[in-house]
């Protein structure tokens, strides 16, 4: 092929790398949030001046980011099951990877809405 | 070189084979589970009814008050760490290079099952024994 070859530096490609990097970000923020988590076990307290940072202005726009990781790497995923499984599969893989990215962005514009209004409320004073 | 002089596979190579096949399968089929459950636990947890400026120890205690929460948060964090543990397994292996003497990719596989069945452990012990009343 006269471009290259069919996969490296294309969307196949791509959607694999994030797919990947997806899966370590969200995995590592799991360690820690089960380990916060049992913090309820320890100390009523402690759990709720821990659960107060996570509602923090920075935090609060990290935890965008973990839900759009999460959302992308399951969409990208149920697209990898759909191309191992579905025998049109491989043939709609790129088309499929369209619609992962239409719905993802459909998701998260309300999403973000909703997560980051009292945020952008308490900082307009309102 | 005659044709005999080629060892017969080794034993290992077949169950090994089977137990990739078996990893490639678990990542579809929790894969699947865990697109109900974490987009689930991250629309009522972040987006819904005020999102995260609404947990604390007290919100905690009233869902934990019901086995059907209990269960499902037990199968999340079962399958999110098995899943993930493997497919950091997978990276590993990828990236870490396999040199003679110098054994990376042993230490990291031993750092990553450490942490996943520690923190496996201390959540379920965790959702077993909650009790609302302390402190
Ligand atoms: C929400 C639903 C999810 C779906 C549908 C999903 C699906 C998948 C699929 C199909 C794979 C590819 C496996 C392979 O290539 O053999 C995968 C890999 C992976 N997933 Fe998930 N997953 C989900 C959630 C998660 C979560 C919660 C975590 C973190 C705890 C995670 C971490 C990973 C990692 C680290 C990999 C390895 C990536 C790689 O090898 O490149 N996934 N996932």
Redesign the interface.
């Known amino acids: 092929m006269a471009s290259g070859t069919l996969y490296r530096g294309r969307e196949g490609m791509w959607s694999w790398v994030a797919h990947r990097i997806t899966g370590v970000a969200v995995y590592l923020f799991l360690l820690v949030h089960v380990l916060d988590t049992a913090l309820v076990r320890v100390d009523p307290n402690l759990y709720d001046t821990v659960i107060a940072s996570y509602k923090t202005p920075i935090v609060n726009l990290l935890e965008v980011g973990l839900v759009a990781a999460v959302l992308y790497h399951a969409l990208n995923g149920i697209r990898i099951i759909l191309v191992d499984f579905w025998s049109k599969g491989p043939r709609y893989q790129r088309a499929m990877l369209w619609v992962v990215m239409a719905i993802w962005l459909v998701l998260m514009v309300p999403g973000a809405f909703f997560m980051l209004r009292h945020t952008v409320e308490k900082m307009l004073g309102a | 070189m005659s044709l005999e002089t080629f060892s017969a596979p080794r034993s290992g190579a077949k169950s090994r084979t089977n137990f990739e096949m078996l990893s490639w399968l678990f990542m ?1 089929i929790s ?2 589970v ?2 109900f459950l ?2 689930g636990h ?1 629309l009522i947890m ?3 009814d ?4 609404r ?3 007290g919100f ?2 009233g869902r934990w008050a019901s086995p059907f929460w209990q269960i499902w948060d037990l199968l999340q ?1 079962w399958l ?2 098995i899943h ?2 493997n ?2 397994r997978t ?1 590993i292996a990828d990236y870490a290079p396999q040199k003679p003497g110098r054994q990376v990719r042993f230490w990291l596989q031993t750092v990553l099952m450490i ?1 996943a069945v520690f ?1 496996l452990f ?2 379920t ?2 959702i077993f ?3 609302p009343t ?2």
């Not at chain 2, 005020?50 to 400026?53: I, R, Y």
């Open positions: 579809r894969g699947v865990l697109v974490v987009l991250l972040n987006i819904l005020g999102g995260v400026q947990i604390n120890f905690v205690a964090l999110a760490i993930g543990t497919g950091l990276i942490s923190v201390a959540g012990l965790v024994t909650f009790d302390i402190g």
